[in-house]
């Protein structure tokens, strides 16, 4: 998720539409969007957000080393954004019929995050 406010922020998530789907939505100039969304048919995959200026790019892959576009958005914010890993507590029993209905859980094997700095001259 990259977070300006409640009312800017873009977050890119797997199973919250449906299992295995992952889907690219967020609130610009709070207006909430839908901006992708696609179904890779696994449990776990490997999300990337990309940021350069205002634009973000939202991308998504089974690990195998082939990564698929899931949309691309503009996010304007004045100073700066935060960024991290979100877990949302809204279970959906239609989707998820067998998962304990108390709350959520995020799990991961692995977290990167890389920022490039401009220098002078």
């Not at 995959?45 to 790019?57: K, Q, W």
């Amino acid at each position: 998720m990259i977070w300006k406010d409640a009312e800017n922020y873009l977050r890119l998530d797997l199973g919250t539409a449906a299992s295995g789907h992952v889907m690219f939505s967020g609130c610009i100039r709070n207006r909430d969007i839908v901006i992708g969304r696609g179904r890779l048919g696994t449990e776990q995959a490997c999300l990337r957000l990309e940021r350069s200026g205002t634009n973000v790019r939202a991308l998504a892959s089974t690990g195998n080393g082939r990564w698929y576009s899931v949309g691309r958005a503009e996010l304007r914010a004045d100073g700066p954004v935060q960024a991290g890993l979100f877990a949302d507590g809204a279970i959906r029993p239609e989707v998820y019929l067998r998962l304990d209905q108390e709350g959520s859980e995020i799990r991961f094997t692995g977290l990167e995050s890389s920022s490039l700095k401009s220098g002078g001259a």
